[in-house]
């Protein structure tokens, strides 16, 4: 069982930077794939990033392509979310969340194919 717990949100103004981390624990961080999702009020969740078990694979939306980069440190058990120039309409509850993957380059963009979750962190971009 893994635990994931986010970090790093908060309230920023359109074109703002912030850094969300996710650390993970109660398992072998190594053996996950890892994602980035957001829901806004009254909307679907989105896949945001993901990230390979290597960290040699990237996925992203493609909104979010050159301003937001996602990347892991697998001896500290963490995956990180730079986001850059950022935009009201980005404001979300944001979650990291685990994919068991038996492939060290696969990445996946499905929310039902992540294993854990963590409970998200808010992430408010004034206009």
């Known amino acids: 069982q893994v635990q994931l717990v986010e970090s790093g949100g908060g309230l920023v103004q359109a074109g703002d930077s912030l850094r969300l981390s996710c650390a993970a624990s109660g398992g072998t961080f190594s053996i996950y794939a890892m994602g980035w999702f957001r829901q806004a009020p009254g909307k679907e969740r989105e896949f945001v990033a993901a990230?390979?078990?290597?960290?040699?694979?990237?996925r992203y939306l493609d909104s979010v392509k050159g301003r937001f980069t996602i990347s892991r440190d697998n001896a500290k058990s963490t995956v990180y979310l730079q986001m850059n120039s950022l935009k009201p309409e980005e404001t979300a509850v944001y979650y990291c969340?685990?994919?068991?993957?038996?492939?060290?380059?696969?990445?996946?963009?499905?929310?039902?194919?992540?294993?854990?979750w963590g409970q998200g962190t808010q992430v408010t971009v004034s206009s």
């Open positions: 990230i390979s078990r290597s960290g040699g694979n990237t």
């Open positions: 969340a685990a994919d068991r993957s038996y492939d060290w380059v696969v990445v996946n963009e499905t929310p039902t194919l992540y294993d854990y």
